[in-house]
């Protein structure tokens, strides 16, 4: 439906529609945009009030001193950065593992979603009773809160009273049941299963919303042209589905390296240890060292986060059809 | 009817059982542990090593949680519901001018505003938690969450104006002219006329900003800092750590707080992809 929804206003061509159209030839361009304002007003005041102003505060932040209590008091210059209390020098932060775990966190996270929801998608597209009864299914991770899923993680992993424990030693997988959470390590990889089983249902929808937009037809005569399956997969249906993986994947790599909850809940050590990501770090730097050394990290993540924004505008063109 | 081969071919039922049996189990097993942690008693679920089925479902857990001052979930469900539908309310009202003019305009200045508001929804909360926490912290007690239905609708904006213009711009000009010629302001003709033939749209946006703002966390978790005043996914996760032990009611919660926006979200599934990529994927 949305289809034929956003293509409508680019058969109406640049003006305006022709009910004001004498009017809006005589105004200026200016005028134009003026007219426009009243009916955008109250969005852009809410971006600029909510996200544009705590941007640049986070800014301001980064370069200001604060004491034990998060007052003020005088400029840092970059001693939130680099200082002997900063952001990338604090002694205890072990920044190599913390590296390795957002790449890791990121890539792993990422691709074998995208994996998984290519396989997943695909069989979600062959004709059969019950798929759209699976449809549904799927949507659980999804529209449930990440924090209440992992919560149930956390506790079905729990050495002693935990499920998942128990399912695990009673199927044979594992001798004796183990404390994932308590061990950073273990935590992470565990962290790493839940972020991946949460984005497949976005993932698997976008790729399935992909494959609706393959022609029958095409596929019907490679195949009486003699293409096996694997061939008509890898060099007809892949291909047109290279936007919806790179709307997917960009979407996904954002959303991944922003992720909070998994691992807050799910790595029970506390402190500086080796199972932070950058984001994660933020938040453990929030409340240790203050708003001062946080909101340099910030700088950085946020940084990143504009880069795959601007990888998305221009790779995926999302805005291409109302221009 | 002959077989049929190649891309019409029957999948195999066996193919489709085994496949469908997987699909079920993997996306379901979480929701039933914590279905079935909600219908334990306090000794089942501190049991080592635990049982996996309630020997007698405790079905009066969703009774006696509301009692229980350990847990006290009233609040924080007052909280969740309040914020998630004050967001929702707040994005409607701004969204639907915005979306209804860009739909039926072309000025300069409009994809700016369209790249503008498509970039808020990809910045998230966190990245901006601590610059969030600096212009916020000073609204004390329930003003928290007049600033929480701040963030949620500004971040949520995005998918709001996104999916409502591509529905505004099915309605014919037309119909709004008639409105127009007959004397209705722009405002009456959009209130009046176009809106009750987009209700998919509104809908859509509806659910999706409720949905997503009853599941946010990391705003909520830097700017309340008062226990009795925490949206459910800060204050729910806090027990499991505690001493005390009535893990089921922290369970029966979290089965509360999923179904409903598990059924709003199955309604409008088939056109989340559609808001969620701003039109590029369909």
């Given at each position: 439906m949305a289809n034929t929804a956003a293509t409508a206003p680019a058969a109406s061509g640049p003006t305006p529609v022709p009910g004001r159209a004498t009017k809006a030839r005589t105004t200026s361009r200016r005028g134009e945009t003026l007219a426009a304002l009243p009916w955008l007003a109250p969005t852009l005041l809410l971006i600029a009030g909510v996200v544009i102003y705590p941007t640049i505060l986070m800014f301001w932040t980064a370069f200001r001193k604060y004491n034990s209590y998060g007052i003020e008091s005088g400029p840092a210059g970059l001693g939130n950065f680099i200082?002997?209390?900063?952001?990338?020098?604090?002694?205890?932060?072990p920044w190599a593992a913390i590296w390795t775990n957002t790449v890791v966190w990121v890539v792993v996270v990422v691709i074998l979603t995208l994996v998984t929801s290519l396989g997943l998608a695909q069989f979600l597209n062959r004709?059969?009773?019950?798929r759209k009864l699976l449809r549904m299914i799927i949507i659980l991770p999804w529209a449930s809160s990440v924090v209440m899923t992992t919560t149930v993680f956390n506790y079905g992993l729990q050495r002693d009273v935990g499920l998942f424990n128990r399912m695990l030693v009673d199927t044979g997988i594992l001798q004796t049941a183990r404390?994932?959470?308590?061990?950073p390590t273990s935590a992470f990889w565990v962290a790493v299963f839940v972020a991946i089983y949460v984005s497949i249902p976005f993932t698997t929808y976008t790729i399935l919303a992909g494959l609706q937009g393959v022609p029958r037809d095409i596929l019907e005569a490679a195949h009486m042209d003699g293409a096996s399956a694997g061939q008509r997969y890898w060099q007809i249906v892949f291909p047109l589905l290279r936007p919806a993986i790179a709307a997917a994947a960009l979407i996904n790599i954002i959303n991944v390296f922003n992720s909070l909850p998994i691992l807050k809940i799910l790595?029970?050590?506390?402190?500086?240890?080796?199972?932070?990501t950058t984001t994660t770090l933020i938040f453990a730097y929030k409340a240790v060292l203050g708003p001062g050394v946080a909101s340099a990290l910030s700088i950085v993540n946020f940084a990143f986060c504009l880069v795959v924004i601007a990888a998305y505008l221009a790779i995926?063109?999302?805005a291409n059809e109302v221009q | 009817m002959a077989a049929r081969s190649g891309i019409n071919a029957k999948p195999s039922l066996w193919v489709t059982a085994i496949g469908s049996i997987i699909v079920v189990v993997f996306f379901s097993f979480p929701y039933a542990l914590m279905l079935l942690s909600s219908l334990k008693t306090r000794e089942e679920i501190t049991k080592i090593p635990p049982d996996y089925l309630p020997s007698i479902p405790q079905f009066s857990n969703y009774l006696t949680v509301w009692s229980s001052d350990v847990v006290a979930p009233a609040g924080s469900l007052l909280a969740t519901v309040v914020i998630s539908l004050g967001a929702t309310l707040l994005v409607l009202l701004i969204a639907t001018p915005a979306a209804y003019y860009v739909a039926r305009f072309r000025f300069p200045g409009r994809l700016v505003f369209l790249f503008l508001v498509l970039i808020t929804q990809m910045l998230q909360p966190t990245v901006l938690a601590v610059g969030l926490y600096q212009e916020f912290s000073q609204w004390r007690g329930h003003l928290v969450w007049g600033a929480l239905i701040l963030i949620n609708g500004a971040f949520n904006l995005s998918f709001a104006v996104w999916i409502m213009q591509a529905f505004f711009a099915t309605v014919p000009k037309e119909v709004d002219e008639a409105a127009l010629i007959d004397g209705a302001g722009r405002l009456q003709a959009m209130f009046l006329v176009s809106l009750p033939l987009v209700w998919p749209g509104i809908v859509t946006a509806i659910v999706f900003v409720f949905v997503n703002t009853w599941n946010e966390f990391a705003a909520a978790f830097v700017l309340v800092q008062d226990t009795s005043l925490q949206p459910l996914t800060v204050s729910m996760p806090r027990f499991l750590g505690m001493?005390?032990?009535?893990?089921q009611y922290l369970f029966m919660v979290a089965t509360v707080a999923i179904v409903p926006v598990v059924i709003l979200f199955a309604l409008i599934e088939k056109r989340l992809v559609g808001g969620l990529t701003a039109g590029a994927v369909k």
């Open positions: 200082g002997p209390a900063g952001a990338f020098t604090f002694p205890t932060v004709e059969f009773r019950g404390g994932f959470t308590k061990d790595d029970e050590t506390p402190g500086f240890n080796t199972g932070h995926v063109k999302p | 001493y005390v032990r009535d893990w």
